[in-house]
């Protein structure tokens, strides 16, 4: 039985149940840095002076002065992803102002994420969590940090919290550029019946409800919100879709999701069940001379057997509580978790006659969990809060990168066996000096142990360990004129992929096993214009180094160290309870820390993204009417050190438009790059041969063509 259909049967019980839970009014889930941050001084956000406007905002965001300890810090609630048109669920982390996700192969590999002038890749300095679980996965077999969202299921996100830059204690391995924590929902108000259809094949099903587990168990319960007791949410999710591929994608997609809870925000517990699994074949990045010649068409494939498929099984359990003299809050995760991949971006340069496509295969079990406890006292008579935090977590990974042809390997090119141990410690305390003046100084020591038994190559088996200390340290200023002001300071660190730190062969300079990072932001937050949140974020942040172990090739690749600034504006306007106007701006300058780095030309720092901007306009509720219109601007980037390629700028616009037929029946249109623009998710500077008898070109270009314009059409019932 596939995992998620494990979960259908309670998933339908809790839509059977004759009265359903409602969803607490207050944001629930809240951390210990939320609560310090609750210890701001009234005058930051005074409920007396907030208006109608302001709390129209606070519908979408929480972001308003006093919430928060830096310019680049926030929370999106769910509500906000409600009235977004979404391509793919790795999307929803858009809401984060600054933040791209793209793709370059089949909709079932996780995405490209693009954030302050820094390539993600798949995520390796963006630590994301979901219900508490880290989604990167270190010592993957494709990416260092590899961040696969495609389970998340957008409708039942109760909240993100985003940050950016290493400034804050709780955030440990790949947060260098930022983190975000996306939360569920513990309860739904109705149950969701949302039936989509769409272009090339496109189908979606979401069944989803929750109700008082008394409701299941025995009569003479009531499951309104003053009633007591566990709750239970269900959720499945069913996806088909082939893309506007010329080999069809064949996506099939099946996710589940259990959750029982009970308590309140103060004091309560959830234990969750989450199961996914997906099959796809990829249409990867293709050689961008042959578009142009027409040689190939925009949306082929010059292998038609890469893809994949992956599955992910997680339990994990939640216990807070919350009194007038602090917090204490443990979490707890077993995941296991599948992986393979077939790509080909090299197609004939290595094996003429069977070409170069390679499976990349692993198998991980995942133990984990995080304990932290928080207390209020007085620090030399004034208010304060003090946080102590203790982060563990244990990969057992067999990993593999085979050669292959039309997805049958035939020669292996390394087989390992990986125990990674990750443990992280920190202490922070917030304190309110003045009316006008609080600080937020942390400390966080990590240490990692890696044991890698290399069953390919014996001599490339080691155990290594190592450890970094970060401190952090942030001044918050104000408000004066409901405006504050930030200054922020932090360490942060990425590991490295076990193998590439284990493996002797082909580096002759050690790789280290943590990366360290460090960083510094000044902004400021102004509500000053009412109903308009407006931040802005001058911010630094340097890298010891780049990216070091390439698992495509299964080999290190030591780069040189980074330095890279910019700057962000944000903007949230409500004009009136039913408009709202999003309009983000983040510039980025990246370099390498030396010129003429990693024995090439140049300081420019591939796929390093400078310019991104964001338009959106809302309608909410207007009558039976609500839209949603996104306009996306990524700006051109260099693909070779030194600067000589570089991708076009690429603007995309998605819109979304409902209507309510009756109070419980809302029909949708979803239209996907409204203006059908020619562009380009990713580019690559890449070497390759095209075919068996072709000239190898050593500084190609390869390109993932963004989809065309595309339609779907969703029924959304509310049971």
Same mark, same amino acid.
């Given at each position: ?28 889930? *809240? ?25 129209? =905002? ?6 308003? =002065? ?59 300095? +963006? #630590? ?52 975000? !924590? ?38 003479? *319960? ?8 566990? @709750? ?147 620090? +030399? ?11 563990? @977590? ?39 000096? #003045? ?8 400390? @966080? ?40 002001? +930030? ?11 076990? !193998? ?24 400021? @937050? ?106 996306? +601007? ?17 603007? =995309? ?7 309510a037929i009756t109070p419980r029946v809302t029909v949708q249109l979803d239209v996907l790059n409204v203006f059908d623009r020619k562009f380009y998710d990713i580019a690559y ?6 075919t068996p008898t072709a000239a190898i070109n050593p500084t190609g270009v390869t390109v993932h063509p963004g989809e065309p314009r595309e339609f779907r059409v969703s029924l959304?019932?509310?049971?």
């Amino acid at each position: 039985m596939k995992p998620a259909l494990r979960c259908l049967l309670l998933a339908m019980a809790a839509l059977a149940a004759n009265n359903h839970a409602r969803a607490q009014a207050a944001a629930p889930g *809240s951390t210990g840095t939320d609560r310090a941050q609750a210890q701001a001084p009234a005058a930051a956000a005074s409920q007396a002076d907030a208006d109608a406007q302001e709390v129209q =905002v606070t519908a979408h965001y929480m972001n308003g =002065v006093g919430t928060s300890d830096a310019a680049s810090q926030g929370t999106v609630r769910g509500e906000r992803l409600t009235d977004l048109p979404l391509l793919r669920p790795g999307e929803v982390l858009e809401t984060v102002p600054g933040l791209v996700v793209t793709q370059h192969s089949g909709d079932g590999k996780a995405n490209q994420y693009f954030l302050r002038g820094y390539n993600l890749d798949h995520g390796t300095d +963006f #630590a994301t969590f979901v219900e508490g679980v880290p989604i990167n996965m270190p010592t993957n077999a494709h990416g260092q940090g590899y961040t696969d969202l495609n389970f998340l299921m957008p409708e039942l996100v109760e909240k993100i919290d985003y940050r950016k830059g290493p400034y804050f204690a709780e955030d440990g391995d790949f947060s260098s550029a930022g983190s975000a !924590r996306i939360k569920y929902v513990d309860s739904l108000d109705h149950g969701i019946l949302d039936l989509t259809a769409g272009d090339n094949g496109y189908r979606r099903l979401v069944l989803a409800g929750s109700a008082a587990l008394s409701n299941l168990t025995g009569p003479g *319960s009531s499951s309104t919100p003053s009633s007591t007791g566990p @709750r239970i949410l269900g959720a499945l999710e069913v996806e088909h879709d082939n893309g506007p591929w010329t080999t069809p994608e064949g996506v099939r997609k099946y996710n589940g999701v259990v959750r029982i809870s009970d308590g309140t925000v103060a004091n309560g517990w959830s234990a969750d069940a989450l199961g996914y699994t997906n099959h796809w074949t990829s249409t990867d990045q293709v050689p961008l001379e042959l578009i142009q010649s027409g040689q190939l068409g925009r949306f082929s494939a010059l292998d038609p057997t890469d893809g994949g498929n992956s599955v992910r099984d997680v339990l994990t359990g939640e216990w807070h509580q919350h009194d007038e003299r602090g917090y204490s809050n443990v979490s707890a995760y077993v995941e296991h978790y599948k992986l393979k991949l077939w790509s080909n971006f090299t197609y004939f340069e290595a094996d003429p006659v069977r070409g170069d496509q390679f499976e990349q295969k692993e198998a991980r079990n995942m133990v984990g969990g995080q304990a932290r406890h928080g207390w209020q006292h007085a620090l +030399f008579g004034n208010d304060s809060t003090t946080e102590v935090g203790v982060q563990l @977590r244990h990969d057992h990974i067999d990993v593999g990168l085979f050669d292959s042809e039309a997805r049958v390997p035939f020669d292996t090119v390394s087989n390992d066996r990986v125990n990674e141990t990750e443990v992280g410690a920190y202490l922070q305390n917030t304190t309110t000096w #003045a009316p006008w003046l609080r600080t937020l100084l942390g400390v @966080r020591e990590d240490h990692v142990d890696m044991d890698v038994r290399a069953l390919e190559t014996p001599a490339d088996s080691a155990r290594v360990s190592a450890s970094k200390f970060s401190p952090k340290a942030s001044l918050i200023f104000g408000p004066w004129a409901r405006t504050e002001f +930030f200054a922020n300071a932090g360490r942060g660190f990425h590991s490295n992929d076990a !193998r590439g730190v284990a493996a002797t062969a082909d580096s002759a300079d050690p790789v280290p096993a943590l990366v360290a990072s460090k960083g510094a932001e000044l902004g400021l @937050r102004t509500e000053i214009i009412p109903g308009l949140q407006t931040s802005l974020a001058f911010w630094r942040l340097d890298s010891d180094s780049e990216l070091v172990y390439t698992a495509d090739e299964g080999g290190t690749e030591p780069n040189g160290a980074s330095k890279r600034h910019g700057i962000e504006l944000n903007n949230h306007l409500i004009l009136n309870r039913w408009l709202l106007i999003d309009a983000d701006m983040a510039w980025t300058h990246a370099r390498y820390a030396d010129a003429n780095a990693n024995g090439e030309m140049g300081d420019f720092i591939g796929n390093a993204v400078s310019r991104v901007g964001l338009l959106g306009v809302t309608l909410h509720e207007l009558g039976p009417w609500s839209a949603g219109l996104i306009t996306r +601007f990524i700006g051109s980037y260099p693909l070779s050190q030194d600067g000589t390629l570089t991708t076009p700028s690429a603007i =995309v616009s998605n819109l979304l438009v409902k209507r309510a037929i009756t109070p419980r029946v809302t029909v949708q249109l979803d239209v996907l790059n409204v203006f059908d623009r020619k562009f380009y998710d990713i580019a690559y500077e890449q070497d390759y041969r095209v075919t068996p008898t072709a000239a190898i070109n050593p500084t190609g270009v390869t390109v993932h063509p963004g989809e065309p314009r595309e339609f779907r059409v969703s029924l959304n019932f509310q049971l």
